[in-house]
């Protein structure tokens, strides 16, 4: 989440609301509206085949607003899925060749034995003796190659498997789904257009609660605490007021000076606190919007 920052211009925002003036009654902050942003960028790269909003809409959370090319993610996710398959058709044959070099060696052992015995009684020569040990030993290697390739080839399926979620993961990023619920700030981007992973493609932002940011004098501190309710007053139309109840949800623990805009030298150099007022949104208030606020005690 992003916070949207305007700067308060003090002086403008005084001539912007001098209807408080009007009424006699002086405003204790001055502030402008703003609110929490979201910008959602693109998580895969290719052609933007589908862009259903547009600067204005109401979004919700989970909802799919684009989808971006994924014709070649899913050729590759079928590929990996054959070669899986492939690697599987393999396992009998292999397992089949090592049952056969098992047995193999068996038969070798038991002629071993035998001719040993033999060699024994002096009816078997050495020579006997060692093309037996010799099959043996061929007959081992043989089986450990073949157990080595059986190994080789289990391990390439989960290897496998993990590209293929991999790619099933890219697949899911092609939908642009709307994390939050809000109004669709403005898009930058328009169907039909490439874009790149990490692009941004619209911003959204939740004007159903607004915060006022206005600057409060070190004298004033004692009088606005986190939870405090306040009045809040614009201007409508007609240069009326209209009154609306917040509640302080932030007060900086350090002072600042104020914002280099202000005209006057002596102005930028007072230390100020900023301050936060949480504000219900009945679709009054605009983003960047000025407005006052007033201590419920003082009024």
Same mark, same amino acid.
Not at 10 to 28: F, H, M, P
Not at 140 to 156: G, L, P
Not at 250 to 260: D, L, R
């Given at each position: 989440?992003?916070?949207?920052?305007?700067?308060?211009?003090?002086?403008?925002?005084?001539?912007?609301?001098s209807?408080?003036?009007?009424?006699?009654?002086?405003?204790?902050?001055?502030?402008?509206?703003e609110?929490?942003?979201?910008?959602?960028?693109?998580? !895969?790269? &290719? /052609?933007? =085949?589908?862009?259903?909003i547009?600067?204005?809409?109401? @979004?919700?959370? *989970?909802?799919?607003?684009?989808?971006?090319?994924?014709?070649?993610?899913?050729?590759?996710?079928?590929?990996?899925?054959?070669?899986?398959?492939?690697?599987?058709?393999?396992?009998?044959?292999?397992?089949?060749?090592?049952?056969?070099q098992?047995?193999?060696?068996?038969?070798?052992?038991?002629?071993?034995?035998?001719?040993?015995?033999?060699?024994?009684?002096?009816?078997?020569?050495?020579?006997?003796?060692?093309?037996?040990?010799?099959?043996?030993?061929?007959?081992?290697?043989?089986?450990?190659?073949i157990?080595?390739?059986?190994?080789?080839?289990?391990?390439?399926?989960?290897?496998?498997?993990?590209?293929?979620?991999?790619?099933k993961?890219?697949?899911?990023?092609?939908?642009i789904?709307?994390? !939050?619920? &809000? /109004?669709? =700030?403005?898009?930058?981007?328009?169907q039909?257009?490439? @874009?790149?992973? *990490?692009?941004?493609?619209?911003?959204?932002?939740?004007?159903?609660?607004?915060?006022?940011r206005?600057?409060?004098?070190?004298?004033?501190?004692?009088?606005?605490?986190?939870?405090?309710?306040?009045?809040?007053?614009?201007?409508?139309?007609?240069?009326?007021?209209?009154?609306?109840?917040?509640?302080?949800?932030?007060?900086?623990?350090?002072?600042?000076?104020?914002?280099?805009?202000i005209?006057?030298?002596?102005?930028?150099?007072?230390?100020?606190?900023?301050?936060?007022?949480?504000?219900k949104?009945?679709?009054?208030?605009?983003?960047?919007?000025?407005?006052?606020?007033?201590?419920?005690?003082?009024?």
């Amino acid at each position: 989440m992003k916070l949207i920052i305007f700067t308060l211009v003090t002086s403008a925002l005084t001539t912007s609301l001098s209807s408080c003036n009007r009424n006699g009654d002086k405003a204790d902050a001055y502030g402008t509206f703003e609110t929490d942003e979201t910008t959602i960028s693109a998580e !895969a790269s &290719g /052609k933007l =085949l589908t862009f259903s909003i547009d600067e204005g809409d109401q @979004v919700k959370t *989970g909802q799919v607003v684009g989808v971006i090319d994924s014709i070649q993610l899913y050729l590759k996710c079928k590929q990996l899925n054959s070669q899986i398959e492939a690697v599987k058709s393999r396992i009998p044959n292999i397992n089949a060749q090592s049952e056969v070099q098992a047995e193999q060696l068996n038969v070798l052992n038991i002629e071993y034995n035998r001719i040993k015995k033999m060699f024994a009684d002096g009816s078997a020569t050495q020579k006997q003796i060692d093309d037996i040990e010799g099959r043996i030993s061929l007959a081992k290697k043989q089986k450990d190659a073949i157990d080595v390739q059986k190994t080789s080839t289990f391990a390439e399926i989960p290897a496998l498997t993990a590209q293929v979620e991999q790619v099933k993961d890219q697949l899911r990023r092609c939908k642009i789904v709307n994390p !939050a619920d &809000g /109004k669709v =700030l403005v898009t930058y981007v328009n169907q039909f257009e490439s @874009v790149i992973q *990490g692009k941004a493609l619209y911003k959204v932002a939740n004007m159903d609660f607004m915060y006022l940011r206005a600057y409060i004098s070190g004298n004033q501190l004692h009088s606005f605490q986190p939870g405090s309710k306040v009045k809040v007053f614009i201007d409508n139309e007609s240069g009326q007021l209209i009154e609306s109840e917040g509640t302080i949800s932030w007060v900086s623990s350090e002072a600042e000076f104020t914002p280099k805009i202000i005209q006057t030298r002596e102005e930028r150099v007072k230390l100020v606190y900023p301050i936060k007022v949480k504000v219900k949104n009945d679709g009054s208030f605009r983003i960047g919007m000025p407005a006052e606020v007033r201590l419920i005690s003082n009024k």
